[in-house]
């Protein structure tokens, strides 16, 4: 992405949506929005048409999105700033921080949305739908908690369509095709660009069940720990 102009002045006149200290609020973000029926997290959020949108579409849910690149972060912020959005808020930070910045049970909803597909399978670990990251999910959503996740990434949505159960989510509205009869949601910027060239756009709504992680093998147990490696940029 290009370099904005102006980036700092433009950050600053967003400040009031920015939580600059992310791990303070963990367990107090409803202190944002006392009314809030939830609070959803948005991985990745980019320059914030979905975000937007979907924060206008409900404006009694709280918003958090997450985003490791200033220069999409201010346009999403300067796009809820202009449409006087009241019920979201953005945090600069990697996906691998969200039990530091939540308490368990306190998420009802992650967004996944056009992420990095990592196709090498040597940074399989990197991507936002390997088992390393649906286990914190799994930490800060609520029992029922749902992870919707959307790719133009045929390969990587095949990988997470067999990912996501055996780490104990239930899997539903599961296509292949999400526009085919006709733009279907709230599309990112990125979406409706390669929807227009005929991309096809596949999406799946992941349910948290009850699930017990398996004991290491010996394997296992004589690598490194799960951790995602290298901090695993959005």
């Known amino acids: 992405m290009r370099k904005k ?58 918003f958090v999105a997450v985003e490791v690149v200033p220069d999409a972060m201010v346009v999403a912020m300067e796009r809820c700033r202009t449409e006087g959005l009241e019920n979201v808020f953005f945090v600069d930070a990697n996906a691998d921080q969200l039990p530091s910045f939540f308490e368990p049970g306190e998420v009802s909803r992650i967004y996944v949305n056009f992420c990095d597909p990592w196709p090498s399978n040597r940074h399989a670990k990197r991507r936002l739908t390997h088992g390393n990251f649906l286990k914190l999910y799994r930490q800060v959503l609520r029992e029922d908690g749902q992870v919707h996740f959307k790719t133009d990434n045929a390969p990587l949505f095949e990988f997470s369509v067999e990912e996501f159960p055996q780490f104990g989510f239930t899997l539903s509205e599961v296509t292949r095709n999400l526009h085919e009869n006709g733009p279907v949601g709230v599309m990112t910027d990125y979406e409706e660009k390669f929807h227009g060239l005929g991309t096809p756009i596949n999406r799946l709504v992941a349910t948290m069940a009850e699930w017990t992680e398996p004991e290491p093998s010996l394997e296992e147990e004589t690598q490194e720990d799960g951790t995602p490696e290298d901090g695993n940029p959005l």
Do not use: H
Not at 13 to 40: F, H, N, V
Not at 49 to 57: E, K, V
């Open 5 to 62: 102009k102006n980036l700092v002045p433009r950050m600053e006149r967003c400040a009031a949506l920015l939580i600059s200290d992310p791990y303070s609020m963990r367990g107090q973000w409803r202190t944002l929005k006392p009314d809030a029926r939830e609070l959803r997290v948005e991985l990745g959020c980019g320059k914030g048409r979905f975000t937007a949108q979907t924060a206008a579409a409900e404006p009694d849910v709280l």
